[in-house]
Each structure stands twice: as C-alpha cells, then as structure tokens.
C-alpha cells in the first residue's frame, strides 16, 4: 500500500468521502528521472492485467473489476474479472457489467460547465453568484470564481452526510447544495482543498442556467453525442442498467455477503455515475481526440486543452490541479486524469494526450481489498509508463528541521480533528525521513531540498510517490506528489503525538 493510500484513508476515517482517493499511480518525477512511454508493452499488456488480476482476486478480497485500455482511436483491453453477483456467482462481463467511478464522475460535470463558457453565458472568472439563486458570502471581500470550482480552491471546510442506503432518505442534489453550504476557512484561490460541494455547485449552476435536471443535461450533451448508452446519473438506477450493476460485498468468515445499493445523489455532480467499460473507452477517445467521437463533438479543441492546462499547485515542485482533471505527471509523458473512491468501488482513470493513451479501471472489492485499486493503477502506469528512481541527495542534512505533526487541510472544520487525519513525520539520519499514519511507517530518501522520494523496494518502472515540504518553519507545509488535490500543515512536534496515544 502506498503512503498516499494510506494517509488519505486518514482523512476520510471520519466522514464518508467521495475522492480520488486511489490514485497513487502517477506521480511527477525530478527531471534527473526520465520517464517514458513503453508503446511496445501495450500488446502485451492484457495478459499482463490478467496475470495481476488473478493475484488480486486470490489475496485482495477483489470481487470484481473492469479495466478498459484505449490507444490511439484503439480499444486494447476492455476485460471484466471476478463476479458482478458474486452470491449467484454471475461472472463480470467487460461489455455489459455497469461499474461507479465515484469523483471521476466529475469530469463529465466540468465539461457540462465548460460547454456553458464555450456558449459565453459563463466565464472563468465570474463570481459564482452571478449563476446562481442564493448568495454565498465572500471571504474577506473575495468571492468565490468559476476558476475556483475548477481548481478545488473555494477555501470552504469539507462537508459529509451526503450518502445513504435508503432510497427514501434522498434529497434532490439542488436542494441538498443549497442547504449544506460548507464555512469559508480562507481566502478563495489560496490552496488546493478538494471539494465535493464546489463540484456539486458547479453542475447546479448548470441546471440553474440551462433549465434542464443536470442527470437530463449530461445524457442529452455528452452521453447521448458519445454514444455512452450504458451510463447515467441516475438514481435508482434506470431500468435494464439496474440488473448490471456490479454489487459490493463484505468478507466475514471466509465468505463475501452482498452489500446494498449506495446513493450519492445529493451530490450528484460530484459522484453519482454509473458507467460500463466499452462507454468509459468512448469517453476517453473523444477526450484524446480533441472533444471528438465518430463525428459528434462535445468540446472545443482549445476547451479540451484548457481543461488539462495547469492552473495552481500547492507545492512547489509537485504537480498540482489542471482545470478539473488532476496533474499525476508533468512530462515523460504528461499524464492527466482523476479517481475515485465509493464505499464498494475504487477507481482510476489515467490520461496521456500526448501518446493517445487513456487507462480506467474500477474495483470492487471488500473493505480489506481496497488497496487493490492502488497497485493494479501502479503495475499498469509502471508498464505503460516507466521511470528510474530519482538520483539521492545528500548535499546537506535537512531531515531533521521537517520532523512534526502534519494535519490535512481536507476536512470538517466545524468538529475537532480525528487522530487519524494528523500524519506524523520522523527524521532518520540526515537526509531520509518516516512519515506515520494509521499504525503505518513509510520511508523515504531526499532526493533534493525539501524533496523526499518514497522507498518501494524492489518494484521497477515505478511509479515513486514524493513529498515536498515548503514554506517557514511556523507554517510549514507538507505535500505529497500523488495528493495533489490537497496537503498537511504542521501542527507541532512528532512527540505531541505519542503524548496523546
């Protein structure tokens, strides 16, 4: 399990989360580590994901999983594992079985916005006021932007109570953002802090403008154009996609048991899709393609650039937030995309505009398999993708000044902090350090000032998660590679810690 795996599970301990919580398979590199794109693997690469899979399946608590690989206009793999009904033992279908990508739904969001601002009738830099039928208050004068959505810097706490199991608990996303606006914790555009509800305020500024539901508005604009005919946002599920669900399970006893449906509804923006491998490959060839599929255009060219063009990072030497998608890697290639995470599904979607390469995948799995998505994302981007461990730095010995107690800014302001979402770094020698969370160590070596590499062992191609720590010594920062949607502020010595155990 990764570092990043592991310490985002702190911050989502708490509340339930939708996030891109299982990403860890992209991470940037120092220049001095050249990576590349490995076109060559690509024919071998389905028995490669069968020969992982088969491994998940026996030791992870994987019940099932889809991976859909496109290339160049290409399908490469398009291939379901496991049981889509595991207690009537109906196997996983690659064309038919429907899977829940959790926050890569928002992508289909950003594109609902962006072509709104294509049409004129927004701009990046509005003030989301203008767009909307209530008022949230500016923060020190500054009000919330359009650009502020696409960035995850509103500057608002984290807020949950959004999921239920109870269909008659639901409340129409609408209603839902306007009664859960979330408290300004600092100035708009100052720091990545990922929001559901900026995501969830976004798609209500496109049904508030466009007059159509926003589930309406994505089917008859991106679905529908693509040729996406097994996917919605629809909850319940429509009939004849209701029967093709993937169904989650628990491992108790050495036996799964079915999980009920999930419904994230209130924010339906920001995660409630259902989608199936065949329509995710139509998806990504259209986005690599320049907003284009077999003649039906959703996007602009110059939209779909903008969409992948960096905007604002937390840290300085770590990739950051495009407009919507997350930066996993700067060059060797440029990879672009987003996760996500739901009580029973983990997944991924990786893009490479430059190569033409688009990677989703999504897994069900039990609670202890969840670290499945992680590695199947890092076995795939090593292979497609790989990179050297960067050179060691040991110009001067500089772990020791980061020693401390990190605290994600990615949380409910309004309640006391969980343990759990406080990271606790520890010096080793002059220029490696441990960072602890959740009863798990990771180490890592400098691999520049304030730049620390993750040690994997003997895994090659990568990819190799960082840690950037930045600003003074009273406020110091603490960012990691595969976090760029947000980071940890220092909250006081490592020993406070272990007082409180």
């Known amino acids: 399990m990764t570092a990043m795996r592991k310490l985002l599970l702190a911050t989502s301990a708490a509340v339930l989360i939708l996030t891109p919580a299982a990403i860890a398979p992209v991470m940037a590199q120092p220049a001095q580590a050249v990576a590349s794109f490995n076109e060559a693997a690509l024919e071998g690469l389905p028995a490669f994901v069968d020969g992982v899979m088969a491994q998940q399946i026996a030791s992870r608590e994987v019940v099932s999983a889809i991976v859909?690989?496109?290339?160049?206009?290409?399908?490469?793999?398009?291939?379901?594992?496991?049981?889509?009904?595991?207690?009537?033992?109906?196997?996983?279908?690659?064309?038919?079985?429907?899977?829940?990508?959790?926050?890569?739904?928002?992508?289909?969001?950003?594109?609902?916005?962006?072509?709104?601002?294509?049409?004129?009738?927004?701009?990046?830099?509005?003030?989301?006021?203008?767009?909307?039928?209530?008022?949230?208050?500016?923060?020190?004068?500054?009000?919330?932007?359009?650009?502020?959505?696409?960035?995850?810097?509103?500057?608002?706490?984290?807020?949950?109570?959004?999921?239920?199991?109870?269909?008659?608990?639901?409340?129409?996303?609408?209603?839902?953002?306007?009664?859960?606006?979330?408290?300004?914790?600092?100035?708009?555009?100052?720091?990545?802090?990922?929001?559901?509800?900026?995501?969830?305020?976004?798609?209500?500024?496109?049904?508030?403008?466009?007059?159509?539901?926003?589930?309406?508005?994505?089917?008859?604009?991106?679905?529908?154009?693509?040729?996406?005919?097994?996917?919605?946002?629809?909850?319940?599920?429509?009939?004849?996609?209701?029967?093709?669900?993937?169904?989650?399970?628990?491992?108790?006893?050495?036996?799964?048991?079915?999980?009920?449906?999930?419904?994230?509804?209130?924010?339906?923006?920001?995660?409630?899709?259902?989608?199936?491998?065949?329509?995710?490959?139509?998806?990504?060839?259209?986005?690599?393609?320049?907003?284009?599929?077999?003649g039906a255009r959703i996007l602009s060219e110059e939209s779909v650039a903008l969409l992948g063009t960096n905007s604002i990072a937390n840290a300085p030497s770590l990739p950051g937030m495009a407009h919507g998608y997350l930066v996993y890697r700067e060059e060797g290639p440029r990879l672009i995309g987003h996760a996500g995470a739901m009580r029973d599904f983990r997944s991924n979607m990786i893009l490479s505009p430059e190569t033409g390469t688009g990677v989703f995948l999504s897994i069900v799995a039990a609670p202890a398999g969840r670290p499945a998505q992680g590695e199947l994302s890092s076995a795939i981007t090593g292979r497609l993708f790989p990179q050297p461990p960067a050179p060691r730095w040991s110009e001067a010995a500089e772990a020791a000044q980061f020693a401390g107690r990190y605290l994600v800014n990615r949380r409910d302001y309004s309640s006391e902090p969980h343990p759990m979402m406080y990271a606790v770094v520890n010096a080793v020698g002059g220029n490696a350090i441990t960072i602890t969370a959740l009863g798990q160590t990771f180490y890592f070596e400098q691999i520049g000032p304030g730049l620390f590499e993750q040690v994997t062992g003997a895994r090659e191609g990568g990819p190799f998660d960082r840690v950037e720590f930045y600003g003074p010594a009273e406020a110091r920062r603490l960012a990691f590679a595969s976090q760029p949607f947000m980071n940890w502020h220092y909250a006081g010595p490592a020993e406070d810690a272990a007082a409180e155990e």
């Open 68 to 294: 859909t690989v496109v290339h160049q206009g290409e399908i490469v793999l398009n291939r379901a594992y496991g049981y889509g009904d595991i207690e009537n033992r109906i196997p996983a279908d690659g064309d038919t079985t429907l899977y829940r990508p959790g926050s890569i739904s928002k992508m289909f969001t950003w594109i609902a916005l962006m072509q709104l601002i294509e049409q004129g009738r927004v701009s990046l830099d509005d003030d989301v006021n203008q767009h909307i039928d209530f008022e949230i208050a500016p923060y020190e004068g500054q009000p919330i932007t359009i650009r502020d959505l696409y960035q995850h810097t509103p500057g608002m706490s984290d807020v949950g109570g959004f999921t239920t199991t109870d269909e008659a608990a639901l409340v129409y996303h609408a209603e839902w953002t306007r009664a859960n606006i979330p408290a300004r914790v600092q100035p708009p555009g100052a720091e990545i802090a990922y929001s559901n509800w900026g995501t969830s305020l976004a798609g209500y500024i496109v049904e508030h403008l466009t007059g159509e539901p926003f589930a309406d508005y994505v089917e008859r604009h991106i679905f529908g154009p693509l040729g996406m005919t097994s996917s919605t946002f629809r909850e319940p599920l429509p009939e004849g996609l209701i029967d093709r669900i993937a169904i989650g399970a628990d491992y108790t006893d050495g036996r799964f048991t079915a999980r009920t449906f999930d419904y994230y509804s209130m924010v339906m923006p920001a995660g409630s899709a259902t989608v199936s491998g065949p329509d995710m490959a139509r998806f990504m060839m259209a986005m690599l393609n320049g907003g284009e599929l077999d």
